[in-house]
């Protein structure tokens, strides 16, 4: 069977944890330590969903802030993505609006999963369900999870993949 | 020369852009090449190279550009690539013509990418410790805000109930320590009011200023009447020689504090039987107004820290916040304050404001 390949992007605010969720999806692995992506990382992963061989293309975008932007040119052929929040930072939510926002300019209504990461740290959660409103109302599913424990991360991933087939692209 | 050795040493290989899409090595594989990208090629080293490096898919639009166009080197962003067991390599792109050829150059760029990066993680690492620290900042101060507040409170029921108390028949020595405990709370009171001045102060964005000017003649014989009370059980008689009405850059509810703050302290020095005079004279862009008593003066030893936090004089009691309350409003407004002890004995404590003319606030050099 012809493994078929599938652009997924993760987007958020920096700091937020994609690429320790990335990490934890591709290599189990997790790092307390904290480097900064620049530009854009990519990594693959095979998987079975749906019935079907894939590879998972993940484009792991540099975060939004004042010192880099997300780049529009990096979500083109994206077939979805995961828009990540830190649940222990409230701002990080309003970056997220105004990246789902750009993303939908760019590349129109393109399936995301909300995933509020940091689950781990919930005693210090500055995020609730009415923060995250508007948000969830539109993505395809809303998710917590700890890169740092694991937790959540294949289902965040997995529930992608099931957003995309959905939605029943030609090519899949 | 094989310079295609020394491209490959270098870290880079150069692709020829071939008619149907694919890219054909040109040079020596550098060892990054070597593997999974290398297997990828056919028996002629042409392949598609976003299979294996599907970054260039974004890069090609630009590419196409600089291969159809003038043909200088158009580079890409550096991005990172995961290669197996984990490793990264950090790459960048350059396309341009050589010749008749579309060429495309692949540089693993390790160094800019490690100094761009720590530069990036510095400034992101700061930025999150300033966010943090003025989250901190902002939880004690509403916290301390709160407490504050929250003291005034009960204050105003016991003097109040103090107050009344010493209306009624009470017995020996009882209205003296109805008076006492009456004095203590109205100090406390005012010690709360002080701390939350220098908050709302320190505070500084939450007020607005009259954009038409403060009458400060009007402020002054507002302030006198709050202090009137106090100054009659002193016996100390509140002057004002302000006629002329100068409009000032204030916020007059905080003017009158400011002058409040001024009159309590010459009414707290100044002996009975004596005035405390309140002066203005006109500068070319200001107003300064001099508060005057005829007590003892500042102490020297205390002058250089005169109006700054939490300074007591050593007779005066008070909060030590008064002053500094007044100075970082004024400054605010863009004025200043000082003292100047008056050569035929006594205080004066001056204060220079901003004025206003023709509704516009004029700067000060």
Redesign the interface.
């Known amino acids: 069977m012809t493994r078929i390949k599938i652009k997924i992007c993760l987007i958020g605010a920096t700091g937020v944890g994609k690429t320790s969720l990335a990490s934890r999806y591709v290599r189990s692995m997790f790092s307390e330590s904290y480097l900064t992506t620049i530009g854009v990382k990519i990594e693959t992963r095979e998987l079975r969903r749906a019935g079907r061989e894939l590879q998972l293309v993940i484009w792991d975008l540099s975060g939004e802030d004042e010192f880099q932007n997300v780049q529009a040119a990096y979500l083109m052929g994206a077939a979805g993505y995961l828009l990540v929040a830190d649940g222990t930072r409230r701002g990080t939510l309003d970056t997220a609006a105004v990246l789902e926002r750009r993303v939908r300019e760019a590349v129109g209504n393109v399936p995301y999963v909300l995933v509020i990461n940091k689950h781990d740290l919930a005693a210090s959660w500055e995020v609730d369900d009415a923060d995250t409103k508007l948000l969830r109302e539109k993505a395809y599913a809303t998710i917590d999870t700890s890169a740092r424990t694991g937790g959540g991360v294949s289902e965040a991933f997995d529930l992608l993949v099931d957003a995309i087939v959905a939605g029943n692209p030609p090519w899949i | 020369m094989d310079l295609s050795s020394a491209i490959a040493a270098v870290g880079a290989v150069m692709l020829e852009h071939l008619p149907d899409g694919r890219f054909q090595r040109q040079s020596k594989a550098p060892r990054w090449w070597q593997g999974p990208i290398e297997a990828a090629e056919d028996a002629e080293r042409s392949l598609d190279l976003r299979d294996v490096l599907?970054?260039v898919?974004?890069f090609l639009?630009d590419a196409e550009q600089a291969w159809a166009g003038s043909g200088a080197p158009v580079a890409s962003?550096?991005?990172?690539?995961?290669s197996g067991g984990?490793s990264?390599i950090?790459l960048q792109a350059f396309a341009m013509r050589v010749g008749a050829s579309a060429a495309l150059v692949i540089v693993q760029n390790d160094f800019v990418?490690a100094e761009?990066?720590l530069l990036?993680?510095r400034?992101?690492?700061l930025?999150?410790t300033y966010?943090a620290l003025m989250r901190e900042i902002e939880r004690k101060d509403i916290l301390l805000h709160t407490i504050v507040h929250d003291l005034t409170a009960p204050l105003h029921s016991i003097v109040g109930a103090l107050s009344l108390l010493r209306e009624l028949p009470l017995p020996e020595n009882g209205a003296h320590w109805a008076q006492v405990a009456v004095d203590a709370a109205t100090r406390q009171r005012a010690l709360v009011r002080d701390i939350l001045d220098v908050f709302l102060a320190e505070q500084g964005d939450s007020e607005t200023l009259e954009s038409e000017g403060v009458d400060l003649a009007t402020a002054i014989t507002r302030a006198i009447a709050e202090r009137e009370p106090v100054a009659r059980q002193r016996q100390v008689q509140l002057v004002s020689e302000v006629n002329e009405a100068y409009l000032v850059v204030a916020d007059e509810v905080r003017l009158i504090r400011v002058l409040t703050n001024l009159l309590d302290n010459a009414l707290k020095h100044g002996p009975p039987g004596t005035p405390v005079r309140l002066v203005a004279t006109a500068e070319e862009a200001c107003v300064r107004l001099c508060v005057e008593d005829d007590g003892p003066g500042v102490a020297t030893d205390v002058l250089p820290r005169l109006f700054q936090k939490l300074v007591r004089e050593p007779r005066g009691g008070g909060s030590g916040l008064g002053l500094y309350f007044c100075r970082i409003t004024l400054e605010q407004w863009g004025g200043s304050i000082g003292y100047e002890p008056r050569a035929t004995g006594g205080a004066s404590f001056w204060i220079r404001m901003r004025r206003v003319t023709h509704g516009v606030a004029t700067t000060t050099r």
């Open positions: 599907p970054f898919d974004v639009p962003e550096i991005w990172t690539q995961s984990g990264e950090h990418f761009r990066q990036l993680q400034a992101r690492e930025r999150f966010d």
